[in-house]
């Protein structure tokens, strides 16, 4: 029901800050769940953010809280990750992701392509 692409990654020195966009294009996008997630090279992916479809409740990972911010705007089909400070530790390929709800307990995950974070120290 819905595609996303990552773009903004890049290679930046420790300390610095890079945005990660996600354009979704498809059906009902605002009514989803928005996530980002990352997998550092030989790691399973993890968890970073998500943000509610309201774009006001917030969850973070405790090794990014502090630093990242994630945010949303509907009306671009858009969802964002700014992440400041950034660390060695951040390096991974970033990955948007959309939950939608078909229960209460049940839903749906869609992925974007991911994008390259490079963090040198």
């Known amino acids: 029901q819905v595609q996303l692409v990552e773009s903004g990654g890049g290679s930046v020195r420790a300390g610095g800050s890079l945005r990660l966009s996600c354009a979704a294009s498809?059906?009902?996008?605002?009514?989803?769940?928005m996530g980002w997630f990352r997998q550092p090279p030989g790691k399973e992916r993890e968890f970073v953010a998500t943000?509610?479809?309201?774009?006001?409740?917030?969850d973070y990972a405790a090794s990014v809280k502090g630093r990242f911010t994630i945010s949303r705007d509907n009306a671009k089909n858009t969802a964002y990750l700014q992440m400041n400070n950034l660390k060695p530790e951040d390096t991974a390929v970033y990955y948007c992701?959309?939950?939608?709800?078909?229960?209460?307990?049940?839903?749906?995950?869609?992925w974007g392509q991911g994008t390259q974070v490079t963090v040198s120290s």
């Open positions: 943000i509610n479809w309201t774009g006001r409740n917030t």
């Open positions: 498809g059906r009902t996008y605002s009514t989803y769940n």
């Open positions: 992701n959309a939950r939608a709800y078909v229960a209460p307990s049940k839903w749906d995950d869609y």
